[in-house]
């Protein structure tokens, strides 16, 4: 059984920096894409930032230049640093990752519980 644990979530005032991690773990053999999205309040979720195995990632909009996500497939860990935050930043995180478990031979979708980040005004 595969779980992704997300943790680094809080408050933080307008301004300040989040680094927020997903950990990978179970009966995995392959992980393609890991991404991260997000949902604030009354929204619909949204594509915030997402790596490809070999490192190429790409970023919404209203987070380019704000906004880092990196992995480490040793730890098959996805990362998300976040700085410059602001007050619309505030919404549940959600990590993603597109991986082969046992016993499937087909990449699935897979999610984490959530965390959430507060950017106080």
């Known amino acids: 059984q595969v779980q992704l644990v997300e943790s680094g979530g809080g408050l933080v005032q307008a301004g300040g920096s989040l680094r927020l991690s997903c950990a990978a773990s179970?009966?995995?053999?392959?992980?393609?894409?890991m991404a991260w999205y997000r949902r604030a309040p009354g929204k619909q979720r949204e594509l915030v930032a997402d790596?490809?195995?070999?490192?190429?990632?790409n970023y919404a909009d209203s987070v380019k230049g704000r906004f880092t996500i990196s992995r480490d497939n040793a730890k098959n860990t996805v990362y998300l640093q976040m700085n410059s935050l602001k007050p619309e930043d505030t919404a549940v995180y959600y990590c993603?990752?597109?991986?082969?478990?046992?016993?499937?031979?087909?990449?699935?979708?897979?999610w984490g519980q959530g965390t959430q980040v507060t950017v106080s005004s």
């Open positions: 993603n990752a597109n991986l082969k478990a046992y016993p499937t031979s087909r990449y699935t979708n897979y």
């Open positions: 790596i490809t195995s070999g490192g190429n990632a």
């Open positions: 179970g009966n995995m053999f392959s992980i393609n894409a």
